[in-house]
């Protein structure tokens, strides 16, 4: 054969560089996605007017039964 054959610890060492790029790229794009998601929350959340523990409904539940 006149083509290309790549020996097996080569093939083996291209593999795992593309599988760890691939989770590098997906890794970046959901950390992004966070960042910008949480951004958006806390946009909403200043448009409403919300305080900080108020926004959290666990802790605005506890706050609500410390009232009573």
Do not use: C, H, P
Not at 27 to 39: A, E, F, G, I, P
Not at 46 to 59: H, K, N, V
């Amino acid at each position: 054969m006149g083509g290309f054959e790549m020996e097996g610890m080569t093939y083996l060492a291209i593999a795992y560089l593309g599988m760890i790029l691939g989770l590098g790229i997906w890794t970046w794009t959901v950390v992004t996605r966070s960042r910008n998601l949480q951004l958006r929350i806390k946009a909403l959340e200043d448009s409403l007017g919300l305080e900080e523990f108020e926004s959290d409904i666990i802790t605005s539940e506890v706050n609500e039964s410390d009232k009573k």
